[in-house]
């Protein structure tokens, strides 16, 4: 009886790592996510410091290709890759166009980091850290901690919930 007493204790010990674990797992994309997007803004003031556009299909064309590669090599089903990385994009838009309305309605940034040398540098690192996380798990099954994590808006995101929903969404609708 001890015995088997033990071996019980021992599977729900090794149990409850593994869902602390794959917890943990869903925190780093969300913090990889979170970062992504919180760089958005910078995004933002530079395009409206230089008049130009939030939606830019050719330079988005060129990323998702570039990053759908990338995620490729690293033994990410295209299909997926080019999911999350369309993702990402919708959602970085949305957060530029909320600071577009805003500065539109008065103000406006007075200055901006450099979009070339500072901003797309920070986007192209954060980007290869989620690459290097799809790689690593299976994101397509992701466990119900980890969705329950993903679902949490970050509060520094707390006036871009429907951005933080787009960025997260293929996740979400794996698990549908």
């Not at 295209?78 to 957060?95: E, G, L, N, T």
């Not at 290869?128 to 509060?155: K, N, Q, T, W």
């Not at 995101?157 to 960025?167: E, G, I, S, V």
Request: aromatic letters at 6%; charged letters at 25%; one cysteine or more.
């Amino acid at each position: 009886m001890a015995r088997v007493t033990a071996k019980l204790c021992w599977l729900l010990v090794l149990g409850a790592g593994f869902m602390v674990a794959s917890a943990e797992a869903g925190r780093d994309l969300k913090q990889i996510l979170s970062e992504r997007l919180l760089v958005m803004p910078d995004v933002a003031a530079y395009k409206w410091l230089n008049d130009l556009p939030v939606e830019d299909a050719n330079r988005e064309a060129q990323v998702l290709a570039a990053t759908v590669e990338q995620a490729s090599r690293s033994g990410v089903d295209r299909a997926w890759a080019r999911q999350v990385v369309r993702a990402q994009i919708d959602a970085a838009k949305r957060i530029q166009s909320r600071w577009f309305a805003k500065w539109n309605s008065g103000g406006g940034p007075a200055r901006a980091p450099n979009l070339v040398t500072e901003i797309r540098p920070r986007i192209s690192e954060l980007t290869a850290e989620l690459i290097a996380h799809l790689a690593r798990l299976d994101a397509r099954s992701v466990s119900a901690e980890e969705i329950a994590v993903l679902r949490e808006v970050p509060a520094a995101l707390r006036d871009d919930r429907a951005a933080w929903m787009t960025a997260v969404s293929p996740w979400l609708a794996v698990k549908q």
